[in-house]
Nanobody
Framework: VQLQASGGGLVQAGGSLRLSCVVS????????MAWYRRAPGKQRDLVAT???????NYADSVKGRFTITRDNAKNTVYLQMDSLKPEDTAVYFC???????????????WGQGTQVTVSS
């Protein structure tokens, strides 16, 4: 299973970016999809999650500004980020967990990260 994230970049405060993460691989049923971020000098923190049924959860710091969605047909998770602030500057990572449909082993996987920089 491989995850390919894209969409990061440099944006001014108040601007928007949309991150995408495509999951590829066979014999894997994706359950939860999520975005995390790691700001400079800090630990990696959860940003948002979405279940296979579409239930979402957000960190308090991004509620009302970020929206996580998924396209199950495309095995893709998105993070729409609006009203960006300098403190949103971080490397953003996508994460999925699910089940191998052959072995029934539950696993999770990480993308490579995409840099988001918000200038003031």
């Amino acid at each position: 299973v491989q995850l390919q994230a894209s969409g990061g970049g440099l944006v001014q405060a108040g601007g928007s970016l949309r991150l995408s993460c495509v999951v590829s691989g066979s014999n894997f049923r994706i359950d939860r999809m999520a975005w995390y971020r790691r700001a400079p000098g800090k630990q990696r923190d959860l940003v948002a999650t979405i279940t296979i049924g579409g239930i979402t959860n957000y960190a308090d710091s991004v509620k009302g500004r970020f929206t996580i969605t998924r396209d199950n047909a495309k095995n893709t998770v998105y993070l729409q980020m609006d009203s960006l602030k300098p403190e949103d500057t971080a490397v953003y990572f996508c994460n999925v967990d699910g089940v191998n449909t052959i072995t029934l082993i539950h696993s999770d996987y990480w993308g490579q990260g995409t840099q988001v920089t918000v200038s003031s």
